[in-house]
């Protein structure tokens, strides 16, 4: 089945700087790619997404980029601001099966 | 439009009991799927249900069921527990397939002891 790799496990930004989080996948049938933040104590919610057939999505300061040659993609988020703080897990859809990254607490230091 | 409701929020049990869990989706939504989160292992697809069939299971033991009615709703199930299954589960409801939006529920607390 799909396996996807997440890195790093905890990452710590000052306020105002970016922050990336990498993502790796094993199959390359995989062909939807969506990052899920949670809150501590919160369900998780979409915040971006991307297709096989596109290179790079953007919404405010948010980005997402895939590269499908190296079976990788990953989330950029600018401008970091205390309300960033959280889990972010990455995901990869093959078929019906969603397989999620293990997470990445991001913690955003005023 | 009510979000994704999980009942109970909160379950204790002992090793050998089973357990149900309910999940009823935002109205409209056909497809609903089940994750259990542990920390440390993120979120590990359990299984996915349309139209109350089965379209995918994750890697769990047989232990581990689920069924949908036909208004969607979704229940699984948790045979003969152990205590690695304690965990938050979770489960999320889209329009028509995993390969768009989903939305949480709060999840159900399963404590095994």
């Known amino acids: 089945g799909e396996n996807v790799e997440q890195h790093p496990s905890t990452l710590s930004v000052q306020e105002g700087d970016s922050a990336v989080i990498k993502c790796t996948y094993s199959d390359s049938a995989s062909n939807y790619f969506p990052w899920y933040k949670q809150e501590l104590g919160k369900r998780p919610q979409l915040i971006i997404d991307?297709?096989?057939?596109?290179g790079e999505k953007k919404d405010q300061r948010i980005a997402v980029t895939l590269n499908k040659t190296a079976k990788h993609f990953s989330l950029h988020i600018t401008e970091t601001q205390p309300e960033d703080s959280a889990v972010y897990f990455c995901a990869a859809l093959k078929g019906y099966q969603l397989t999620f990254g293990k997470g990445t607490k991001l913690s955003v230091i005023p | 439009k009510a979000g994704v409701t999980q009942t109970p929020r909160y379950l204790i049990k002992t090793r050998g009991q089973q357990v149900t869990l309910s999940c009823s989706p935002i109205s409209g939504h056909r497809s609903v799927s089940w994750y259990q989160q542990t920390p440390g292992q993120g979120l590990q697809f359990l299984f996915e249900y349309f139209s109350e069939t089965q379209r995918n299971k994750g890697n769990f033991p047989g232990r581990f069921s689920g069924r949908q009615f036909s208004n969607s709703r979704s229940e699984m199930n948790v045979s003969t527990l152990e205590l690695g299954d304690s965990a938050l589960y979770l489960c999320a409801s889209s329009l028509e397939w995993v390969g768009e939006k989903l939305f949480f529920g709060s999840g159900t607390q399963l404590s095994v002891l």
């Open positions: 991307i297709r096989s057939n596109v």
